[in-house]
């Protein structure tokens, strides 16, 4: 597994007279991130403390145990979060992609691992700067708080899927998922790109490879999908999928 280890290009300082005209400002994504929370100078302030990296398909942005002297806002691309088990087993913990946060350790330590799996667009913040800024700029603080909530509510919502569900109505309410991600940032939802593999979203949903591909198999013949290509679902029955995945 490779390890990121691309020499960042810094993001580039304005000029005192054109304090407003920076990256930041003029990011495609900004008003769906924790910089949203900023206004003015304050986005100028966190620019400072900035670098944006491009970041190849299938690196390792930090693995499990690792330092966590970064913290990261995802651009473009997408990345998976995994935890290896003590016998080698993979179990992925989430799929994350435009606008999602990464790196939040309440320890000093990372507690899962991050990869791209596709290539991918990334700000990265040192932890102690952006702590730092807390102070000066609390609705950043707040929001970055809102974050960490966010992931635990996604936690939980992992825990039941894990737990209770069947097969068909875990990948069912994986799909939901990233409609209503689609559907947050104002985009249809109704058609999804799939990045990861079959065997990503098994290690994901704990299921084996055949179950997820069977399973979409089951789903295309209810009429409630199809998959023009192997990483894209158009959803063809929304309701009727809903009620598949709340198994009733």
Same mark, same amino acid.
């Given at each position: =597994? ?15 007279? +054109? !304090? #407003?005209? =920076?990256?930041?400002? #003029? ?9 949203? %929370? ?7 302030? =966190?620019? +400072? ?12 942005? *930090?693995?499990?145990?690792?330092? #966590? ?14 935890? @290896?088990?003590?016998? &080698? ?15 939040? #350790?309440?320890?000093?330590?990372? %507690? ?8 991918? /667009? ?11 800024? *807390?102070? $000066? @700029?609390?609705?950043? $603080?707040?929001?970055?708080? $809102?974050?960490? &909530? ?8 992992? =825990? ?10 875990? /990948?069912?309410? *994986? ?19 799939? !990045? ?9 949903? &704990?299921?084996? /490879? ?5 399973? *979409? ?27 598949? %995945?709340?198994?009733?």
């Amino acid at each position: =597994m490779a390890r990121f280890d691309i020499l960042p290009q810094p993001v580039a300082h304005v000029a005192e007279q +054109q !304090p #407003a005209l =920076m990256p930041c400002a #003029a990011c495609d994504v900004r008003e769906l991130t924790i910089c949203d %929370a900023l206004r003015g100078r304050e986005i100028d302030r =966190m620019a +400072q403390i900035v670098t944006r990296i491009p970041v190849p398909a299938g690196r390792t942005l *930090f693995q499990e145990g690792d330092e #966590a002297d970064h913290v990261y806002n995802i651009i473009d691309g997408s990345l998976r979060l995994f935890k @290896l088990m003590p016998d &080698g087993r993979r179990q992925i913990t989430g799929f994350l992609f435009a606008t999602d946060f990464v790196g939040i #350790a309440l320890k000093k330590r990372y %507690a899962y691992s991050a990869e791209t799996i596709t290539d991918s /667009v990334i700000c990265r913040f040192p932890r102690e700067k952006l702590e730092a800024l *807390f102070a $000066e @700029l609390p609705a950043l $603080e707040t929001r970055l708080l $809102e974050t960490a &909530g966010n992931e635990l509510i996604a936690a939980q919502d992992q =825990m039941l899927l894990l737990g209770r569900k069947t097969a068909v109505e875990r /990948v069912a309410s *994986f799909l939901l998922h990233l409609t209503r991600r689609l559907e947050a940032r104002g985009l249809k939802g109704n058609k999804i790109a799939l !990045p990861m593999t079959r065997t990503d979203m098994g290690d994901y949903l &704990g299921l084996t /490879v055949e179950t997820v591909s069977r399973t *979409f198999t089951k789903l295309r013949r209810d009429g409630l999908i199809t998959t023009p290509t192997p990483h894209e679902v158009e959803i063809c029955d929304l309701d009727g999928l809903r009620e598949v %995945a709340e198994g009733s």
